[in-house]
């Protein structure tokens, strides 16, 4: 597994990732595990500038896909989102999600979903919580979480990890908050790149 061209952060951090898939018995406490594993990698000064080096994912919904593991299936990815990007809402169906920023500011929305989901192509959606996405700071989405992520006022840059790719493999939830509709989309396109030292 271990690769010689990759950033030796990035590298501990998978390292670190197949250590803890093996250790903890369930998806939850191996994820709660991720995401204090990913607040420590986007602190590091190394990846903070390698990722200045990646191409914008805006246009068209786009991930850079770094990592899937061939073992146990977790997949780390990374997007580049403009200054004042729109962010659509969203779930990730059933994967675990960690988002971190490495540069740059965003804000997290949650929602939270009062309809009983018996109508079809229907959702209504009440916003839950607004929180400011900064470096630093790690958001875990349960499976199934509504979400939205909105572009801060300069460019950022988000690192990834995920239970599981959803993009190719399942649909995921979309919603729109003012017609109070509801559909199944497929993933972002993912995108390889390697993240070397
Ligand atoms: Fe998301």
């Given at each position: 597994m271990a690769s010689t061209k990759r950033l030796p952060a990035f590298e501990k951090f998978i390292q670190d990732l197949r250590a803890a898939w093996v250790a903890l018995p369930d998806t939850e406490s191996r994820m709660k595990r991720g995401r204090d594993l990913l607040a420590e990698l986007v602190k590091d000064e190394s990846m903070r500038e390698t990722c200045k080096r990646w191409p914008d994912t805006d246009g068209g919904r786009r991930n850079l896909l770094f990592y899937e593991d061939p073992d146990y299936g977790f997949a780390i990815n990374g997007v580049v989102h403009g200054a004042g990007r729109k962010g659509s809402i969203h779930d990730h169906a059933q994967s675990w999600t960690a988002y971190g920023i490495l540069a740059g500011t965003e804000t997290l929305e949650r929602f939270r979903r009062v309809?009983?989901?018996?109508?079809?192509g229907y959702a209504k959606l009440e916003l839950e919580s607004v929180a400011q996405g900064t470096p630093g700071k790690v958001d875990l989405v349960p499976p199934f979480d509504i979400h939205a992520e909105q572009g801060g006022p300069a460019k950022s840059y988000g690192l990834i990890l995920r239970s599981e790719r959803v993009a190719g493999k399942v649909l995921q939830g979309s919603y729109d908050r003012d017609k109070k509709t509801y559909r199944q989309i497929d993933g972002p396109t993912n995108i390889p790149y390697e993240i070397t030292g």
């Open positions: 309809d009983d989901g018996s109508k079809e």
